[in-house]
């Protein structure tokens, strides 16, 4: 059975003690959870003190970028060896504002998911459509292209495959007031879950599809009990200690019901 995964996306958000503090007070709001995986994503700035706070909780580590390259004249980049050296276990790869505001391409993203695997982090691969394309019954297109374009021709051993995770992004419900409904989520996934068994077979029965879009503690359970989810990619909601203990607290009792 694949366990829930919570991953947080602090996104731009948190000086060093801020977000030293949030962790000793989120590490104690959870203590007595264990049914689910817990993953901060802090800024770069961060990670090295966050490694050391987290490393006698359930509380796990994340990246939100990565270049592809071990090491190079690349200014102002990280690399995977870098990330691993930290103790990082996942990185975000994909990300829509990545997409967004950087270009960032398949043809990057797969360089990038290649690095990952190589160094044994576990990448965090978001897709999903913007409103126009929805608007034109896109969605599986875009889902397919993005996935396989990301993925297909990489030599992904069984034991990464079943680690890695597929995060939705309905680009069109994010900040817009307008959220995705929990059935049309499952449907989605659903889709994505049929790609994978139709490329690679059984060997991504493991594969955990997370919900990126507006999540909170009142809705959670919405997408990780009734739409199927394997758990969620929050941001805004991720960034006050006592609202993201609410919602991991809302996931692990729907779990344990």
């Not at 800024?43 to 796990?60: G, N, R, Y």
């Not at 495959?161 to 007031?177: C, S």
């Amino acid at each position: 059975m694949r366990k829930t995964l919570i991953v947080a996306n602090w996104k731009m958000h948190k000086t060093l003690s801020e977000a030293e503090e949030f962790v000793k007070r989120l590490s104690g709001e959870i203590a007595d959870i264990n049914n689910i995986e817990t993953v901060i994503c802090p800024p770069f700035t961060s990670l090295a003190s966050l490694a050391v706070l987290t490393e006698k909780t359930t509380i796990l580590l994340g990246a939100q970028n990565m270049h592809w390259q071990k090491e190079g004249a690349f200014t102002g980049e990280i690399s995977p060896l870098m990330l691993r050296d930290l103790g990082v276990k996942y990185v975000i790869i994909g990300h829509s504002e990545r997409r967004l505001y950087f270009n960032e391409n398949s043809r990057l993203l797969k360089r990038k998911m290649a690095a990952a695997f190589n160094y044994g982090l576990v990448p965090i691969l978001c897709v999903g459509e913007n409103w126009e394309q929805r608007s034109a019954r896109e969605t599986e297109n875009v889902i397919k292209e993005q996935l396989l374009g990301a993925l297909e021709g990489l030599d992904i051993g069984k034991d990464a495959m079943q680690k890695m995770v597929l995060a939705y992004e309905p680009v069109w419900a994010i900040g817009t007031g307008n959220p995705a409904q929990g059935s049309e989520v499952g449907v989605v996934a659903g889709f994505m879950r049929s790609l994978l068994q139709e490329r690679w077979g059984d060997s991504c029965q493991g594969v955990r599809i997370l919900y990126g879009g507006s999540v909170k503690p009142d809705n959670i359970v919405e997408f990780t009990g009734k739409a199927g989810m394997d758990g969620a990619l929050v941001g805004g909601s991720s960034l006050d200690v006592k609202t993201f203990a609410a919602l991991l607290k809302a996931v692990s009792g729907e779990r344990s019901a």
